[in-house]
């Protein structure tokens, strides 16, 4: 169960923008999860029930977009949806195949309360600290 | 007192419709993880050590295979190991007792390693130790084919081991670990003879259900002992290495 950690992850992302944005509250957390991403939908959403608590998130909704798994053939170039452990080609049943949605673990959009639009956006420039 | 519900609270203040408004942020939710996990990524490559990730169940013979690695590549590679275990050093003193060069880290209740703790643990174990530099790497990860799969720790490969007395639908069950391997390890092979339920055909159809092309080879590390195509699968990925660190290199220059 390593969702705590991932939906951790999520909420300093969250509050990261919020303070960025000079919000007072976050409303509304889309996230957009595949299976593939090793995430379960709802365990996300019970770990995020105890993590919201803390600064800007404690009274925050979290919504998930279900990403289907979908893959493309490299042999034969049709493009379907699969089961996740299932990746073959529903044409001609080849495993060279790409995958192209499934594997997804994106903070889509934060809704924010208190606060006007702004320009600032975090510093693409974040490094980890080194200590 | 608050206008809107009449509370005491000074300057309280309830959001009206005109102060909401939704960000698009668009980015990983492991983006924190994965900006260590490039941090970790360049020292390595600074140093010129290929690091590789083992990840597998609990008891399917990471260790062993490891004490068997060192005797193989004794003379003509060097390697360390950083074990991820829940609780104990047991691992990284069977290590030391075979004269490798070993770093416990113990998650306490964490059933993954992730990015900062091998950085935590790379400043206490250093890949140059008494003039000695490091090839190769090894993470021993937490037994555990589900959560070490999403945390990028920075290394170059992945790789799986699947031991026979598992059960051969083991990708099929666990896709998001397999599809993440670089190499698939089938470990304890010499039990083949004694199982009548693992066969490594199904293995590998079960591997290629996931769409992948992923290589797999056999070792056995118990009583009986070939671990030679897997020696050679590693000395190969480790010139490899060798040569795109000097290509970068000469292109960085």
Known sequence: MHELSVCQALLDQVRETARAHHADEVGLITVRIGPLSGV??????????????????????????????????????????????RLLCSACSSYRVDLISGDEMLLARVELQGAGPSQNSPDPERKPSHV | MCETCGCSIPDHKHPTPADHHTVEVLEGLMSANDRAAAHNREHFDRGGVLVINLMSSPGAGKTRLLEETARALEGRASMAVIEGDLETENDAERLRRHGIRAHQITTGNACHLDAHQLHH??????????????????????????????????????????????????????????????????????????????????????????????????????KTVDISTWIEWLTDQLDRHRNNTQEQAVANQ
């Open chain 1, 40 to 85: 379960e939908p709802d365990l996300l959403e019970q770990a995020f029930t105890i993590a919201r608590n803390g600064p800007l998130t404690s009274s925050a909704t979290l919504s998930i977009e279900l990403a289907p798994v979908r893959i493309r053939c490299r042999d034969c170039e049709q493009e379907c949806e699969v089961r996740p452990n």
């Open chain 2, 121 to 222: 643990a790379l400043h206490e174990f250093p890949l140059e130790h008494e003039g000695q530099t490091t090839d190769i790497l090894f993470v021993e990860n937490v037994g555990n084919l589900v959560c070490p799969a999403a945390f990028d720790l920075g290394q170059h490969l992945n790789v799986v081991l699947l031991s026979t007395t598992e059960g051969d639908d083991k990708p099929a069950k666990y896709p998001v670990m397999f599809r993440a391997a670089d190499l698939v390890v089938i470990s304890k092979a010499d039990l083949l003879p004694l199982l009548d339920d693992f066969s490594i055909d199904h293995a590998e159809q079960s591997l290629r259900g996931l769409g992948v092309e992923t290589p797999t080879l056999t070792t056995c590390a118990g």
